[in-house]
């Protein structure tokens, strides 16, 4: 195998191209826009086939945000180190600028997750990408 699990999880951690470690997961030009293909290596982020793939970033960004962000201002406001009424204004607010500052390491985990379960299917490694369900992979 060309490219291990270590390398994938530096990969993903760096928002790189999990296929030749690239910095082409996001395009230049905006925050939020994933990059269809690689600049590189041409491998393909985003399939035509395959739209539902990404939702499973939008889950983590949802998980990390709570646990990562409402429940500790939850837990300060619960043992007074901060009062109930700056709690509620913290998580008002970071509930929605939380997922945003998230966002792009959500998407690039999400990717990251696959390819560490299933590194077999990078072409660096002798795969063809992301394959669909019922085909047999
Ligand atoms: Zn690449």
Redesign the pocket.
């Known amino acids: 195998m060309n490219v291990t699990r270590a390398q994938i999880i530096t990969r993903g951690l760096t928002h790189c191209?999990p296929?030749?470690a690239?910095p082409?997961l996001f395009r230049r030009d905006s925050l939020f826009r994933i990059n269809p293909r690689?600049d590189?290596?041409d491998?393909a982020f985003e399939r035509q086939d395959d739209e539902g793939f990404f939702l499973g970033s939008m889950s983590l960004n949802y998980g990390v945000t709570i646990m990562g962000f409402l429940v500790p201002v939850m837990f300060l406001a619960f043992f007074n180190v901060i009062s109930v009424k700056v709690a509620i204004i913290l998580a008002s607010v970071g509930a929605v600028v939380f997922p945003a500052l998230f966002y792009r390491s959500s998407r690039s985990w999400w990717l990251m997750n696959y390819y560490f379960f299933f590194p077999h299917h990078l072409p660096a490694n002798g795969g063809d990408g992301r394959r669909g369900e019922g085909r047999g992979d």
């Open positions: 191209c296929n030749c690239a082409t690689c590189r290596c491998f």
